[in-house]
Structure formats: C-alpha cells, structure tokens
C-alpha cells in the first residue's frame, strides 16, 4: 500500500537563511515602521520595555524566556484577516494580493528575529506567539490567544489563565481592555544564555538602546 511522503522545512534554518538578506540594528526598527506605513496606519511608537514578568502562567514554562526586557513596537492599525495569514506564511508576502502594499507582514518583518526567538503579536481580539524552535510541545509552532475575558471552548478564559503573556503588554495594554485598538509586536530580547538556532548572538538592553538611538539618528 502507497505511503504519503512529503518533504518538510526547517523553520529556524529558513530564518536564519532570511537574516542573511536583512541587516541588523536600527535596520530591524525600520522594516516595523515599513510595515506599520503597508497598513496604512497614522502613527508608530517604539518603547523599549527593560521590565522583568512573572513566567507562572504560562501556555508552556518554556517561553519563561519571554518574560524579560523587549522591544515594543505600536500602531493604531489593527490587523486584518489577510494579515494573520501573511504572519505565518515565512516565504510569502501580501504584496501579491495588494499592490499598494510593498510586503506587510511578510519577509521583512522576518528581520525582527535578528533581537528575539519568540515574536509576539497583540491586534483586536487575539495574541499570537511564534514559537519557530518548538519548545512547547502541546503548540509547537505558536500559540493563539483570546484576549477577551469569555470562556473558550474548554470553559477556560485564557485571558486569566495565562495572564503573565497578557502582563508583558501592560505598558501599552490596559487590564479592563478586552480589545487591543490597534497593533502592538513585542519583540523579546535574546539575552546571553539563550540558545538559539536562528541566530547566535545576543541582543541586551544596552544594544537595544543603540538600535533607538541609530534609527533617531
């Protein structure tokens, strides 16, 4: 009997073969603000949150390596349908499907990964954390989160379930706030330990102040 057979990726061997094409620093702040002009939004704030979070409630204890200092990019854009998907889809870019667009979501935001292993996506209703190594074994991949204080299909509410991933956009995301008015990208600082298969180096507090300061410059 014919078995199926299929040729698989390396998602973090992609990644890294990615940020060969993209350069790092201040480089990574501007491809963001790219894609905060792709979709057409009016404003753009970048914050460098240096705050430690609590890593006790957590889809996995394996993202407690999310929990530390991150950069936080902002835009009053929330995302569109179109734009989850282009999230997922590493090689594909909507440019395709609107030609106003010049890539949203698409390769370039794939730089951000020269600064994190784990990018985290806050718009409308949802939160969206890459997991490209597959450390949480029960979502390899990534997770999807409901940001609205309802029960999910399990009679859970993951808003208060996982509240530490939620505590890690108080800077931008009030409690009371069911819905996010726009788009927020939480880019978790690779600090020095971490093992990476995407990219070796590091990025601390300190290189993340240069990044601000050259993209100002």
């Not at 940001?147 to 299909?153: C, G, I, L, S, Y």
């Amino acid at each position: 009997m014919p078995k199926q057979a299929r040729e698989e990726v390396d998602i973090t061997s992609t990644l890294k073969n990615i940020l060969d094409n993209y350069p790092a620093g201040s480089a990574t702040l501007r491809e963001i603000l790219q894609n905060t002009d792709d979709a057409r939004a009016k404003k753009q704030t970048f914050i460098l949150d240096t705050r430690e979070f609590d890593a006790k409630s957590l889809v996995g204890s394996e993202l407690h390596v999310c929990q530390g200092p991150a950069i936080i990019a902002t835009n009053d854009a929330q995302f569109e349908p179109d734009d989850w998907r282009a999230i997922l889809k590493i090689l594909n870019s909507s440019k395709t499907q609107d030609e106003a667009s010049t890539g949203k979501y698409g390769l370039g935001f794939r730089s951000c990964y020269h600064v994190t292993d784990n990018p985290h996506i806050l718009s409308g209703d949802k939160l969206l954390i890459l997991d490209p190594h597959a450390r949480v074994a029960k979502y390899q991949g990534g997770v999807e989160l409901d940001t609205k204080n309802v029960a999910n299909e399990d009679d859970k509410i993951e808003r208060k379930i996982y509240q530490d991933h939620f505590a890690t956009f108080s800077a931008v995301l009030n409690p009371g706030d069911e819905v996010y008015e726009g788009t927020a990208i939480r880019l978790p600082l690779r600090l020095p330990g971490f093992k990476s298969k995407i990219k070796s180096t590091s990025t601390n507090v300190r290189d993340a102040r240069k990044m601000f300061d050259d993209f100002i410059e």
